[in-house]
């Protein structure tokens, strides 16, 4: 009896462990693109896309490794994010903090509710000479951290 219970406790270990190494090296975050809103090069627009099952919060976003003057998570019920986007006064696109909304899977996004439904995500952050952008976020409890390097626009 003692036996079948630690392989039944072992198998659990493995497979848990098997799971966590799965996601570790498919995270489910990942960011589609980048454009500026205006000339001004102290802001971004990083479109970012759940490839996961779950929904994912927010932790903290660095930008050159440090806390930058404002960040926050833009969504869209329309249009992707892209330069000839109007963010200002388009009654579609919201924005929120940071751990306020979750977001949600892509691939159980309904197409068919745009102007109804969150339809994309971008994360808008404010900060001098822009270069490097992280996302700390959770996914199933589990924490992640995403980062992009950001090429210079010419």
Do not use: C, W
């Not at 799965?22 to 454009?35: A, C, R, W």
């Not at 001098?128 to 010419?154: D, G, H, M, V």
């Amino acid at each position: 009896m003692k036996k079948l219970l630690f392989v039944l406790l072992f198998s659990v270990l493995v497979v848990g462990a098997a799971f966590i190494i799965y996601l570790k090296s498919n995270p489910p975050l990942v960011m589609n693109s980048y454009t500026n809103p205006t000339d001004d090069s102290t802001n971004r627009i990083v479109e970012i896309e759940n490839k996961g099952l779950h929904e994912i919060e927010l932790q903290q976003i660095l930008v050159n490794d440090k806390v930058p003057e404002s960040a926050e998570l833009v969504v869209s019920k329309s249009e992707p994010f892209e330069a000839e986007t109007k963010l200002v006064g388009n009654p579609n696109i919201t924005y929120h903090k940071l751990r306020q909304i979750t977001i949600f899977p892509s691939q159980y996004i309904d197409r068919q509710a745009v102007g109804k439904q969150p339809q994309h995500y971008a994360v808008k952050v404010e900060a001098p000479s822009i270069k490097k952008i992280t996302i700390k976020y959770k996914y199933l409890k589990i924490p992640f951290t995403l980062t992009a390097e950001l090429q210079e626009k010419k």
